[in-house]
Nanobody, 126 residues
Framework: QVQLVESGGGLVQAGGSLRLSCAASGRTFSRYTMGWFRQTPGKERDLVAA????????YYADSVKGRFTISRDNAKNTVYLQMNSLKPEDTAVYYCACAARSGSYVYIRTYDYDRWGQGTQVTVSS
């Protein structure tokens, strides 16, 4: 079974930056699209960004375009989310996820992902 472990969350002031990391094991990481989701209490888990297995294709939610960057290092089995110009509305628990099917397609639906990390809290103060 694949295991995903996030790190890098924390408390930051508005305008600041954080870099999240997600270390994967147990699956051929380099064959799968990876995504970062976020969730706030009482709301659904939403996709923030996703990246194809090669890193050649990415997707970003409109709310984070131009501020967040997703990347991956297949040699290290790690995916990253660089978050700049953070806003209080970015406050959420951030989850790393692995797509259920291998291939180059960049999946954007929650149900397309079947493995999840435990989540890391990101809090942006105003």
């Amino acid at each position: 079974q694949v295991q995903l472990v996030e790190s890098g969350g924390g408390l930051v002031q508005a305008g600041g930056s954080l870099r999240l990391s997600c270390a994967a094991s147990g699956r051929t990481f380099s064959r799968y699209t990876m995504g970062w989701f976020r969730q706030t209490p009482g709301k659904e888990r939403d996709l923030v960004a996703a990246i194809s297995w090669s890193g050649g294709s990415t997707y970003y939610a409109d709310s984070v375009k131009g501020r967040f960057t997703i990347s991956r290092d297949n040699a290290k089995n790690t995916v990253y989310l660089q978050m700049n110009s953070l806003k209080p509305e970015d406050t959420a628990v951030y989850y790393c996820a692995c797509a259920a099917r291998s291939g180059s397609y960049v999946y954007i639906r929650t149900y397309d992902y079947d493995r999840w990390g435990q989540g890391t809290q990101v809090t942006v103060s105003s």
